[in-house]
Structure formats: C-alpha cells, structure tokens
C-alpha cells in the first residue's frame, strides 16, 4: 500500500490564480481531511470528510473549496490564492470505526503564495 | 471551546533520561488523547491513544498517562536516544466517532549526546 499520497510536494503562485492539492489514499479508509500547518499554529483542521459525497467544515475553511466524489480522493481547492494561505497542507485518512482512529497521514504540499 | 494546550514548546534533555511532555485541555474531558511524532519536513505518525477510562498505555519505551482530575496527559520517552528528536503532538478527541481531531501545537524535543 502507498498510504496517503500527496501532490505537488511544493508548489508557487501568484495572489490570484487558482490550484488544486491532490490527496489519495488506497486503505479504503472512510474518513479523511486536510490541515495547514503554520509555525506556532500547529496543524488547524480545513476540511473534512465521513465518506464520498459528504464534507463539512473545520476550523478554518475560508478560501478553500472540497470534494469527495470517491472513496480515495479528497481534493483541497483554492480558489484565489492569497498570501495567507502559504503554509505546508496535510492530508489524512482514519478508517471509520476504528478504535484507535488512528490518522494515517500525507507528506505534505508546501505550498507559497507571492 | 475546547483547548488542547502543549506549554513547553521545545525541551532538551540528555541521552539516556527519561523526557516527560504535558498536554493540558480545558473544559470537559475528551474520550480520546492521541499522540503523535512529526520529523521536519514529514507529515505527523500516529503513536498512542489513551481513553478517558485508562489511566496509562505503554508501548515500548513510550508510556501516556491521562489524569481527568488534572485534565492533562503526560507523555513519557524512558533511556532516550538523539533519534526520539522530533516534535511531539498531542490531540484531543471529544467522543467515540470519527469526529475531527484538535491538535496542539506540539513541543519539539531535542535529546543530546
């Protein structure tokens, strides 16, 4: 099994333009969700999933756009990329019902905005 | 809300001594607190959890206690090695589902030869 895979692991853009982070995971898992991870922030939750064709909101979900139209892939959208949004993005993925709910997490997209 | 608070954000100890990291939360007790372990540059690993009704969980050289009167978690590293360097976070689960995990901010333990 890869795991949780993450693409681009880095990536520029202007303010403005717009992109897609990939997340993939072949564990079957139920559940996943993207974080940023700023310093002295630690990882704040953006958006999450419990299975295909259901998300809801985390913490901070301003700017950013999601869907899950299959189990494996969960795409985290930016719209209008702002300088604020400059920040290394998790990916994970739990197996629904697990009693550890465990998060299997991706290596990251860090990710600059100019 | 609820807050899961790490207040040492980095510690050094000597190789060999046992390196104790505290997580604090406010509010109620969550049933789960999990604990992670993040190298630069790499995304976080699942270590530990430890529910609400367990006192303590040892794996390894790794041991997680959870103190509800205190409402804090404490992680411990016995004989560590340069190699258990890393950043260490702790996270809060409020119930039993798959409800999103809150994390801390972390502490990044150094360990000296």
């Known amino acids: 099994n890869a795991g949780v895979t993450q693409t681009p692991k880095f990536q520029v853009l202007k303010t403005g333009q717009s992109m897609t982070l990939q997340c993939a995971q072949d564990m079957n898992h139920e559940y996943m969700s993207w974080y940023r991870q700023d310093p002295g922030m630690g990882l704040r939750l953006i958006h999450y999933?419990?299975?295909?064709?259901?998300?809801d909101q985390g913490e901070v979900p301003n700017g950013y756009n999601v869907s899950r139209s299959t189990t494996e892939d969960f795409p985290l959208r930016l719209l209008s990329a702002a300088p604020s949004q400059t920040s290394v993005y998790f990916c994970a993925s739990s197996p629904w019902g697990s009693p550890n709910n465990e998060q299997f997490f991706g290596p990251g997209t860090r990710l600059t905005v100019l | 809300s609820q807050k899961i608070e790490q207040n040492s954000e980095a510690l050094n100890i000597q190789e060999g001594k046992t390196a104790t990291l505290t997580c604090n939360y406010t509010n109620y007790s969550p049933a789960y607190l999990q604990w992670y372990r993040q190298d630069p540059g790499r995304g976080p690993v699942f270590l530990l959890l430890i529910r609400e009704n367990e006192k303590e969980k040892r794996k390894e050289r790794l041991k997680v206690t959870f103190d509800t009167t205190l409402k804090q978690s404490l992680f411990h590293i016995t004989a560590s090695q340069p190699a258990d360097s890393a950043t260490y976070l702790c996270a809060h689960q409020p119930d039993s589902g798959n409800t999103p995990l809150v994390f801390g901010k972390g502490t990044r333990l150094s360990v000296i030869a």
């Open positions: 999933s419990v299975g295909a064709g259901i998300t």
